[in-house]
Each structure stands twice: as C-alpha cells, then as structure tokens.
C-alpha cells in the first residue's frame, strides 16, 4: 500500500472506537426513554454503523425519518465530544435506512428513465443529504447526471438530461 493510500485508508479502530462510544450513547438513550432494543455495531466503508434492532414502534424514527436524523446528530455530537474528532457515523434504527435506501434506489432509477425518455430535467423533493447521495448514485448508475440545488432543509435533486 503507498503512502497516499494509506492516509485515505479509514482508520478502523477509531472508526469501531466510534461505534463504541456511539453505541453507549443510544443505550443510555433507550435506558432513559424505557424502550427495548439491542444496538449492534459495523465499520462500513469509512464510517462507522450503528442499528438499533428488535425496537417496536416508529416512536425512535419519526415522520420521514426526522426522529432519527435527530438522534443520529445527537449521537455524531455525543462521539466528537469523547474524540475530538467530527463522526459521520451512520445510525439505523429498525432496518429504516436500508428500506430507504431500496426505495430511493428505485426512484432515482424511474426518474432517470422518465428524464431520458423526455430529455427534460425533472426536479425531485427535498431531501436529507443520505437520501440525497442515494439518488444520485442511482443516477450515475443509469448513465445520467443529478444536481442538488436549494438551501438546507429544502434541499433537493434535479436530474438532468445527458
């Protein structure tokens, strides 16, 4: 491995010291809230993955995510604090971003269809910078091109025609 490899290798103990003190964090969470579940740990990629499964209800999700968005910033502040270091760990709770993921996948995909057929851009809702990045890379993947345009929190793709 060269150098410059090895400076954008991602440093895996400190991304599973990461998921530690994150995992800690959201257990003492569910603690105070009274609510069961068990929190599992990953390293995917570059960042670190924390999932809260076997949870009942949508209470720890909320309306299109925002809930978990919350606590995925809360749990982000909670790692910087103890490291030092800004996180850009990933929380899940009861598989929500993986469904998301799937279903951003396909709409990404349709819309790029729907552009290539018309060959007029087509602006989509806003959305999340996960479900953002998710768009886009279904994009890519059918050959076209997607921007974000708008400000935070309305901020939103379009995709473009080649």
């Known amino acids: 491995m060269t150098e410059a490899e090895q400076e ?3 440093d895996v103990n400190a991304l599973e010291q990461e ?3 994150a995992a800690d964090y959201v257990e003492g969470l569910l ?3 009274d609510i069961d579940g068990d929190i599992d740990m990953d390293v995917e990629g570059d960042r670190a ?3 809260v ?3 009942q209800g949508n209470e720890l999700v909320g309306p299109s995510g925002e809930v978990l968005e919350a606590l995925q910033e809360l749990t982000r502040l909670a790692v910087h604090r103890q490291t030092g270091e800004r996180s850009r760990l990933m929380l899940d709770v009861a598989g929500y971003r993986e469904r998301r993921r ?3 996948t396909k709409l990404g995909t349709e819309v790029a269809n729907q552009v290539r057929e018309k060959d007029e851009p087509k602006s989509l809702q806003p959305m999340t910078p996960f479900e953002r990045k998710i ?3 279904a994009v890519a993947a ?3 091109r997607s921007e974000s345009e708008g400000e935070e929190p309305q901020r939103y793709v379009v995709v473009l025609p080649a």
């Open 8 to 10: 954008k290798a991602p």
């Open 19 to 21: 998921g530690e003190i």
């Open 31 to 33: 603690d105070i809230a």
């Open 49 to 51: 993955l924390v999932s």
């Open 53 to 55: 499964v076997g949870v």
């Open 102 to 104: 799937a279903e951003l």
């Open 135 to 137: 768009v886009h890379d």
């Open 142 to 144: 059918a050959g076209l």
